[in-house]
């Protein structure tokens, strides 16, 4: 085996102020799907069971985190690096800012709300930092359905693990009568 054969590490280095155990993506080929919504509640999940937990908003094009959080102040830095801001359930956030640069603390679990497609910034973002693995989100449309079998794919390729597949809006029940109602079509998960 040559030097060209063997695979490069291309992740960047966690700030050296930080321990990260498990790193999540939650990932969609397209945009409006529910990736905040999946990231938030999930963190938020994982925060209640006593883990310490921390959302990296990746996603440039749309950030949503900070509103899904109610933070309005902007992160703050010392010598350490940038400090996340805090939830009030506690988890710490940063939006927009290097893995390298943020002092994250000791943190359980990080999910990542990537960005949506599967063009260059989510590649880098596959490419960057050290997945443990990923939740797809989708929907039930047609459309969806396709781009986000790229996005599955490019994870599959990467060798990155595919933790979930949440499909999001799948239904919605008539307060009335109870009625399940499919708006999007049949469930294509």
Known sequence: ??????QQDMHIPLNQYSTVRKVIG????????????????????MQSRGYATAVFDADVT?????????????????????LPEKSKMGIEVII??????VAWG??????????PGTGDVPL?????????????VTT????????????????KMMNIPILGIVENMSYAICPDCGKKI???GESKA
């Open 1 to 6: 085996a040559d030097c060209s054969s063997r």
């Open 26 to 45: 939650i990932v969609s080929g397209k945009g409006g799907v529910g990736k905040s919504l999946v990231t938030s509640l999930t963190a938020c999940a």
């Open 62 to 82: 749309g950030p949503s985190i900070p509103k899904a959080f109610g933070i309005t102040e902007k992160a703050k830095g010392n010598e350490l690096g940038l």
């Open 96 to 101: 927009q800012q290097f893995w390298t640069d």
């Open 106 to 115: 000791d943190i359980d679990y990080m999910f990542i709300d990537m960005p």
């Open 124 to 136: 880098t973002v596959f490419q960057s930092l050290p997945l443990d693995g990923i939740i797809v």
């Open 140 to 155: 039930p449309q047609d459309l969806v359905t396709l781009i986000v079998k790229k996005a599955y794919h490019m994870a």
């Open 182 to 184: 499919e708006l999007f």
